[in-house]
Nanobody, 113 residues
């Protein structure tokens, strides 16, 4: 299993950015996938989940209505669109095969000021 996140950046509050996660080493379309995040000194936090087909998503309370998850099974890639970001969204963002972070990659840093 290999997952590689990208797209993180330093942005101002209220701005938007898009994260990507490239998957390899497993049958991506067979797996429900998760976005998680971890702020400094904090536990891993659930952000979103997307089903195998990509037509059903769910979100954590703190990001619901602002973040949107999607996936392209043909490209083995999943995405997370972050809109109206807040300073409290500052964290390292990971994609993973479950809520515990199984298989997660090195992460991508999002900093909101």
């Amino acid at each position: 299993v290999q997952l590689v996140e990208s797209g993180g950046a330093s942005v101002q509050a209220g701005e938007s950015l898009a994260l990507s996660c490239a998957a390899s080493g497993f049958i991506f379309s067979d797996h429900v996938m998760y976005w998680l995040r971890q702020a400094p000194g904090q536990d891993l936090e659930y952000v979103s989940v997307i089903n195998r087909k990509g037509d059903n998503t769910a979100y954590g309370r703190l990001v619901k209505g602002r973040f949107t998850a999607s996936r392209d099974n043909a490209k083995n890639v999943m995405y997370l669109d972050l809109n109206t970001v807040r300073p409290e969204d500052t964290a390292t963002y990971y994609c993973a095969q479950d809520k515990q972070g199984t298989g997660r990659g090195p992460g991508t840093q999002v900093t909101v000021s």
